[in-house]
């Protein structure tokens, strides 16, 4: 059975290609890829980020609070009906992250999130969590809002327990009815590093060296964050387009029943 409960410490850093590709040559004999990196080539991640009609869970991401959570549906595939996927409540505090998830089908976890509906079979599922996750569904109306994809490159510790490195790039979002947008510059990479504890002062000491640096970097509060500047832009400009238009009537109609400007027929 997949884990369902992750506790771990997280911190993200924005990294080029040469330093991952140094970092990686500096690790090397201490990791080894994750059971999904076959061959060392990256897989892909799909999420659906859920939230209300208000966005209430995307702008606490925004503002960066001390404590946030998420809720999202999280494949390891393109979304299909019958494929298995993880509904997840992602919690976090300052640095430290616990992560809490259930496995269903697509199909099942649509149904309960949006009309919390619980999968005909439940005996599998870690049922703590299960309602755990229906207690917060039931108390809000929730939609499927944001597609967000990426590619990941995962490797894990030979020598300290629990420490995992993940390396995130390609990353796009999509929205219903509307554009594509590219969330981290091409060649980019999000890289996460989680621990159980700290982080031994021999990594501290190898970030340092290659000017690694810790960076603040959500995907789905990036993604917010062009959304709503894209919408302030379009409103913008579609009320300079409004007055322009009240202009330009004002002065078609002053220039045509203004009596001064008006000729006279007799």
Not at 5 to 13: L, M, P, T, Y
Not at 128 to 141: A, G, P, S, W
Request: proline fraction near 3%; charge should be positive.
């Amino acid at each position: 059975m997949a884990k369902e409960v992750f506790g771990r410490h997280e911190c993200k850093f924005i990294v080029n290609q040469q330093q991952k590709d140094a970092l990686l040559v500096a690790l090397k004999k201490s990791i080894e890829h994750d059971i999904y990196n076959k061959d060392g080539k990256p897989y892909t991640i799909y999420n659906y980020y859920i939230d209300d009609a208000y966005n209430t869970y995307l702008q606490r991401s925004v503002s960066k609070p001390r404590y946030k959570e998420k809720l999202r549906i999280r494949g390891y595939a393109p979304f299909t009906d019958t494929g298995i996927v993880f509904v997840e409540v992602k919690k976090k505090y300052k640095k430290y992250g616990n992560k809490r998830r259930v496995q269903m089908t697509f199909q099942e976890a649509k149904a309960f999130i949006e009309k919390g509906v619980l999968p005909a079979d439940i005996s599998n599922i870690n049922q703590q969590v299960l309602y755990e996750l229906k207690t917060m569904i039931d108390k809000q109306r929730l939609h499927l809002k944001v597609h967000v994809q990426y590619d990941r490159y995962a490797f894990f510790s030979t020598t300290e327990k629990g420490l995992r490195f993940t390396f995130d790039t390609n990353i796009i979002s999509h929205r219903k009815h509307d554009k594509t947008r590219i969330l981290l510059e091409p060649g980019l990479y999000v890289l996460e590093i989680k621990a159980e504890g700290s982080f031994p002062l021999w990594l501290v000491k190898l970030l340092q060296q290659h000017q690694i640096y810790k960076q603040s970097f959500s995907k789905i509060g990036k993604e917010y964050e062009l959304y709503t500047k894209e919408l302030a832009e379009k409103k913008h400009a579609n009320k300079q387009m409004e007055e322009l238009y009240v202009r330009n009537t004002v002065q078609y109609n002053y220039r045509h029943n203004n009596p001064i400007t008006r000729k006279s027929t007799l």
